[in-house]
């Protein structure tokens, strides 16, 4: 159920970000700051035995020039986990070519994660929390007031979690049952098409 909410304020936010309007850039304000989005789907491409899973990040922020900064959140799929992270976003253009551009980006930031399964194998999983980073490189093509975007790279995502067990007996009744906690490192090959102003 949070799943499907976070994806329809997603589809929401990029159905705002379409019915904005962007400014005309002549050769005079290129220079100017203004706002720009990206809305982004992929998927997350893992060794054999990882699986693919899907990827989805919004970003907003300012542009001046060739560098832009912003702000985002998304939703991504592991094998055990699904992950909504809160990240910071910095790119740049380095070649241009008419009014399309190859970019570098690098986003940083903190996720928060849920396991599939809140109960599974006799365990009882509370919710994660970790890290986040992913650099990637991309081409963004303008087309009439937006920008289609295609990106790879690499992404990397820390988890830290604990489990207990579901089933537990204390003779005395006074102590809770066991936790253990665990840190995990997920590493990903990340594939992204999307839409957005520029």
């Known amino acids: 159920m949070k799943n499907r909410i976070f994806l329809t304020a997603c589809l929401f936010m990029a159905a705002l970000s379409a019915r904005g309007q962007s400014d005309t850039i002549s050769s005079s304000d290129k220079k100017k700051i203004r706002y720009t989005n990206s809305f982004l789907a992929g998927a997350l491409l893992g060794k054999k035995g990882n699986g693919s899973y899907t990827s989805i990040t919004t970003i907003h922020g300012i542009r001046y020039n060739r560098l832009a900064v912003g702000l985002g959140t998304g939703y991504e799929g592991y094998t055990d986990w699904r992950v909504l992270p809160i990240l910071g976003s910095v790119s740049y ?101 999307g839409f957005g102003l520029n």
């Open 93 to 193: 253009d380095f070649v241009r070519i008419k009014q399309n551009s190859f970019f570098v980006q690098v986003n940083g930031g903190y996720s928060i994660a849920y396991h599939t399964a809140e109960r599974e194998d006799y365990q009882e999983y509370e919710r994660g929390k970790g890290k986040t980073f992913s650099g990637l490189i991309g081409y963004r093509i303008k087309a009439n007031k937006f920008s289609i975007y295609i990106s790879s790279g690499y992404k990397f995502q820390r988890i830290k979690y604990s489990y207990s067990p579901i089933y537990w007996w204390d003779s005395s009744g006074e102590l809770d049952p066991p936790k253990t906690t665990v840190q995990r490192d997920m590493e990903r090959f990340i594939v992204q098409i």
